[in-house]
């Protein structure tokens, strides 16, 4: 698999959670009256970092074998 594919599928989880984040505030469902919304921030952007972390070590640990 060529190196460009695989630092794009590693970055796919990130970029999904950003576009959550997009979502969001595009929807009007993420104001700043939002209760917890540092807190939701940081779950969010955790789990597309962490999901993006997984699938690059993934991928890096296949190409080793």
Not at 16 to 40: C, E, N, Q
Request: charge should be positive; aromatic fraction near 16%; proline fraction near 5%.
């Amino acid at each position: 698999m060529p190196k460009f594919i695989k630092v794009v599928v590693a970055f796919t989880p990130w970029i999904i959670a950003m576009y959550v984040f997009y979502w969001l505030d595009s929807s009007g469902t993420w104001t700043s009256d939002t209760p917890h919304r540092g807190k939701i921030s940081v779950v969010i952007l955790g789990t597309g970092m962490a999901a993006s972390f997984i699938v690059h070590s993934y991928l890096s640990r296949r190409q080793n074998k």
